[in-house]
């Protein structure tokens, strides 16, 4: 115990090993972060990269060359475009479509999924955060598009990419003294404007009437002379 203290009582110039082990035993552990799932995680490891699967050479290569064109080898980019085009072939209309909505959809549905998975692992990432959240509202106008101009390929698209959209809220503006003041003013400008029109409105309206009234009573005329004479009408 006299050791002891006479170790601590030397100003922290030399620490025994007993007391520098006593303080890395009493730290905390770090919690080892949790595997997160990826959405490239249901890719076979065994599938070839793109521009390789038509290649007729492949089928007769070694074991080896064939696991280096693999899946298994291939790296995060690469394996987001086969993810990619495993999407696209989804939702996309003709074999030669390459543009439409629904593509444009799925290709962002890939790269938003990537941003998520890569922000639970590094949530201080600020600059892919931004670019999540602009492609999140890029993908959501291209949404909003679909379900007004069609609405069986929104449906469709939604179904196969998984996706839950959900519709933009009805703009709402707080009522504000001014803003009251101003609408009833408004309203009162109108019906006063209303009123000073309405007597040329009638009058327009009387002619209308007439108007329409003697061409009725003319057809009228036309027709019973017709009658008369005996020929069709």
């Given at each position: 115990?006299?050791?002891?203290?006479?170790?601590?009582?030397?100003?922290?110039?030399?620490?025994?090993?007993?007391?520098?082990?006593?303080?890395?035993?009493?730290?905390?552990?770090?919690?080892?972060?949790?595997?997160?799932?990826?959405?490239?995680?249901?890719?076979?490891?065994?599938?070839?990269?793109?521009?390789?699967?038509?290649?007729?050479?492949?089928?007769?290569?070694?074991?080896?060359?064939?696991?280096?064109?693999?899946?298994?080898?291939?790296?995060?980019?690469?394996?987001?475009?086969?993810?990619?085009?495993?999407?696209?072939?989804?939702?996309?209309?003709?074999?030669?479509?390459?543009?439409?909505?629904?593509?444009?959809?799925?290709?962002?549905?890939?790269?938003?999924?990537?941003?998520?998975?890569?922000?639970?692992?590094?949530?201080?990432?600020?600059?892919?955060?931004?670019?999540?959240?602009?492609?999140?509202?890029?993908?959501?106008?291209?949404?909003?598009?679909?379900r007004r101009v069609r609405y069986d390929a929104f449906e469709n698209t939604c179904k196969q990419l998984d996706?839950?959209?959900?519709?933009?809220?009805?703009?709402?503006?707080?009522?504000?003294?001014?803003?009251?003041?101003?609408?009833?003013?408004?309203?009162?400008?109108?019906?006063?404007?209303?009123?000073?029109?309405?007597?040329?409105?009638?009058?327009?309206?009387?002619?209308?009437?007439?108007?329409?009234?003697?061409?009725?009573?003319?057809?009228?005329?036309?027709?019973?002379?017709?009658?008369?004479?005996?020929?069709?009408?």
């Open positions: 115990m006299l050791a002891l203290r006479a170790v601590l009582g030397r100003g922290g110039a030399a620490c025994s090993p007993l007391i520098q082990t006593a303080r890395w035993y009493a730290r905390p552990l770090r919690k080892r972060k949790k595997d997160i799932p990826s959405h490239l995680d249901d890719l076979p490891p065994t599938m070839l990269k793109i521009g390789y699967a038509d290649v007729p050479v492949v089928s007769s290569v070694d074991d080896v060359v064939k696991k280096l064109l693999s899946l298994e080898m291939a790296s995060q980019k690469e394996k987001m475009k086969v993810k990619t085009q495993q999407l696209v072939e989804k939702v996309r209309r003709s074999p030669n479509d390459d543009g439409s909505f629904e593509v444009q959809v799925a290709i962002l549905t890939a790269k938003i999924r990537t941003y998520e998975e890569h922000l639970q692992k590094h949530p201080k990432d600020k600059r892919n955060r931004r670019h999540m959240l602009m492609d999140i509202d890029r993908r959501k106008k291209l949404l909003g598009y679909l996706i839950q959209y959900t519709p933009r809220p009805t703009y709402t503006r707080r009522p504000t003294k001014r803003w009251l003041v101003k609408k009833a003013f408004c309203r009162r400008v109108f019906e006063e404007v209303r009123k000073l029109k309405a007597p040329e409105r009638r009058k327009q309206r009387q002619e209308w009437q007439a108007r329409a009234r003697a061409e009725r009573e003319k057809e009228a005329q036309a027709q019973a002379q017709a009658q008369a004479e005996g020929t069709p009408v």
